[in-house]
């Protein structure tokens, strides 16, 4: 974890940032992370989607993605020193909400359902596209308030 500052954090294990914005950012006890996908640190493939030459998606697989999302998120909230229960609110992002909404809701209570899951509040927005080749994103927020 690279600590741009004393409230700005940018995982070196989650997948670098397509833009100018660090992975998270803490605001008194309440930690902001930048959009996340399923993409991999240090690899031009992402997990479940299959190409063209032009770098147009042929196929893919929401499972295979949400999973990945999931891992990343979890990756970066413990690099910023959370952790997956601090998680207050999640706004997804999918690129075709018909086709991929069934599945990535039984994988969302999977977990985030649950005894031991966070159960945090959240929207579902489908959009037309997201800045890389993927078919989900999530963008959270987690309450850190036992942490310094």
Excluded at 96 to 120: R, S, V
């Amino acid at each position: 974890m690279t600590q741009n500052d004393a409230n700005t954090f940018t995982s070196n294990r989650a997948p670098k940032a397509v833009g100018a914005f660090p992975h998270a950012k803490r605001v008194g006890d309440l930690l902001f992370l930048s959009g996340m996908g399923p993409r991999k640190r240090d690899s031009q493939d992402i997990p479940g989607v299959t190409l063209d030459s032009q770098g147009n998606i042929t196929d893919y697989d929401i499972e295979i993605q949400c999973r990945s999302v999931f891992d990343n998120v979890r990756t970066v909230l413990e690099d910023a020193g959370a952790n997956w229960t601090d998680i207050v609110d999640v706004a997804v992002y999918l690129t075709d909400m018909k086709k991929d909404f069934p599945t990535f809701n039984k994988l969302y209570a999977e977990y985030f359902a649950g005894p031991n899951n966070p159960n945090p509040t959240r929207t579902t927005i489908e959009v037309n596209c997201l800045p890389t080749p993927i078919a989900i994103e999530l963008k959270v927020i987690a309450a850190m308030t036992s942490k310094s």
